[in-house]
Every structure is written in C-alpha cells, then in structure tokens.
C-alpha cells in the first residue's frame, strides 16, 4: 500500500497542515520541521502527485514554441498542430505561446531564442538551425535552467535538452535503400535536392543517403547537391534545369520541402521518362503525386507526435520528473501508392 500524507504527518509528528506546506515547498516551516517531514518522505519512500501538487498551487506550465515562417507544408501542418496543442492546452494548466520567424534565418532565430530567455518560460521548443550563433543561443537558455527541445531538426554541440524528431541518417539511408531498388539496374545519375545544408536533418539526410549509394549502389552516378530553400517555386527551376542538363536523370531524393515544386516539373515529362523520386513528408501535394505515380516513395514523421512529445518531455523537465524515451521516440514512416492510410 503507497504511504500518504497522513503517514507522513504520524511518521514526522506534525499536522497535515505543516505536511503540505513542506511537499508544496511553501514558507512557516522551521528548518528542524522540515527536516524531519522529508526524513519521513525518505523513509517511507513516499511518491508525490505531481499534478495533484501543482493543481494545489495553481501552477501554469509556459512553453514557448519557435518555428520557421515559410511555403513548407510540413512547417504550415507543424504549427497547425501546435496551435491545436495550445487550444487543449488550457484544460491542462499549459500555456502554449508560438513565435514565428524567417526560415534559415540564424539572426532571426537567435533574437527569438534570446528574447524568450528573458521571458524565463517553463521550457522552449524550436525547429533548429545548425549554426554557432543559435548553438551560443539555446546555451545561454538551458545556463538560465530553461529545458530546451529541438523540433524536427536537431543542433549538434548544444546543451539541450531533448530532440524530438526522426533519425534523420537513418531516413537518408532508407531513401538510398528505395531509390537502388526501385532503379532496378537502371542507368543514369541520380539528383539530391536539399531545403538548406544550415539545418542539420537535411545534412544527416544526405549523408546517410550518400553513404549507401556509395556502398550498395556505386554504379550510379551522384550529382551534386542542390539548395531549393524549401521554396517550391526555386524547387520548380532547379528540378526542371537538371531535368534539362540531364536527360537521362534516373532518380532525384528529395530530403526537404518545396515539393509541389518538384512534382510539377516531373509531371511535365512523359511518364517513360519519369526518375524514380523519393521525397520526405505526407501531405496533399505528395499523396496526389504519390496516386498519380509521380513520386515512388514518400518518407514521413508525424508531426503531431513531435509536438506532444517536445510538451511532455518540457513538462516532465520542469517537474524533475524522468523522461519515458520509448514514448517520446518518432517513427519513419515509409508511404507507397498502395499502402496510404
């Protein structure tokens, strides 16, 4: 049977009263008291509600959560999410404050990150960009005892506290795995197709695609990497130039966004001479070129999961309570024409 308060109190030899004022770390207690109170917390290995403590002391949870504010779809649906979290959040006693910035915008995002260190919020959530200014950044916020998650794109060096998000090295070797077998032999050089090599999931994308293609697939030639800044219109032009320069382009791994872009310059090409096209995140644009065959493979994270579980960890941090790592780990989705949910 789990000890209560009422054993505490008869273990210590206090009232009820002087129990909650210790657990809930309230003023009008001697040192001697308390001392005794935590001794009888200590022996009888008493578990505090954590919710039901913070409810008592109308504790509110501040989350700030800094995303990019850009024509990505997996961005636009990231903070449709947690703007979604922030509208349930009141039930929970969490208070979500999302701040936009420019996307690749280290200044930005620095300014961002400094500004809610002053703020002192319960915990920070950002999509990261890979850069020394904004690794200095998150620093200076966990140096203030603020738990810091990054979203979807980690930052190598840093002190923060969580990733939410796929293995990102992982999905580039997947893609590699897809694109060599669905070439089945064919010749032709293949395309990588990155937003930007500033955020490190697109860099680790492309490295572990890079590696396999090396090793399992080393008969097709590699062009080097283009940047269409997760802007569909610049994804559009740099697709449709290779397409031109390259008339036998076999494959294109696309490990960003700026995908409508690219579906509509492979779309314009009869489909005998269609690349094998493989590309990251589910959204309408890439389900429609995914049933059109237009695109072979789509690899997705679920955003919804990254949002809640950066929430939980933030929240648990802030408790000092321990984090369930196999909860919070995100899965890679692999979506082909035949199995859309």
Do not use: W
Not at 193 to 199: I, K, N, R, T
Not at 275 to 304: C, F, I, K, S
């Amino acid at each position: 049977m789990k000890p209560t308060v009422h054993d505490i109190a008869a273990h210590a030899g206090v009232s009820l009263a002087t129990v909650d004022r210790v657990l809930n770390g309230r003023a009008g207690v001697r040192l001697v008291t308390r001392e005794r109170v935590e001794a009888a917390v200590s022996a009888l290995g008493f578990v505090r509600d954590q919710a039901a403590a913070n409810l008592a002391k109308g504790r509110v949870y501040a989350f700030t959560f800094i995303l990019p504010a850009n024509d990505n779809s997996f961005m636009i649906g990231l903070r449709a999410e947690v703007a979604a979290a922030a509208a349930r959040a009141a039930s929970e006693r969490i208070r979500l404050t999302i701040v936009d910035v420019a996307a690749f915008d280290v200044a930005a995002l620095v300014s961002a990150l400094d500004a809610a260190a002053l703020d002192r919020p319960d915990g920070v959530a950002f999509v990261a960009v890979d850069a020394a200014a904004v690794r200095a950044a998150a620093d200076r916020l966990a140096e203030a005892q603020v738990p810091v998650v990054t979203l979807v794109s980690d930052l190598g060096g840093s002190s923060r506290t969580h990733y939410a998000g796929i293995d990102n090295a992982a999905a580039g070797r997947t893609a590699a795995t897809l694109i060599g077998r669905f070439l089945g032999g064919r010749r032709g050089p293949v395309l990588p197709l990155a937003g930007s090599l500033m955020v490190r999931d697109h860099a680790e994308r492309l490295d572990g695609f890079s590696s396999v293609m090396r090793d399992k697939f080393p008969q097709q030639q590699i062009l080097s990497v283009v940047e269409g800044r997760d802007d569909p219109k610049e994804t559009e032009r740099l697709v449709s130039r290779a397409l031109h320069d390259e008339p036998q382009l076999a494959g294109i791994y696309s490990c960003g966004a700026g995908n409508r872009g690219l579906i509509r310059a492979v779309s314009r090409l009869p489909a005998e001479r269609r690349p094998v096209v493989v590309l990251h995140e589910l959204t309408e644009a890439t389900r429609t070129a995914l049933l059109d065959e237009v695109v072979d493979a789509v690899l997705n994270q679920d955003a919804g999961h990254e949002v809640r579980s950066a929430i939980r960890v933030l929240k648990a941090k802030a408790d000092g309570s321990p984090v369930v790592t196999a909860q919070e780990r995100i899965r890679i989705d692999i979506f082909l024409k035949d199995n859309l949910p």
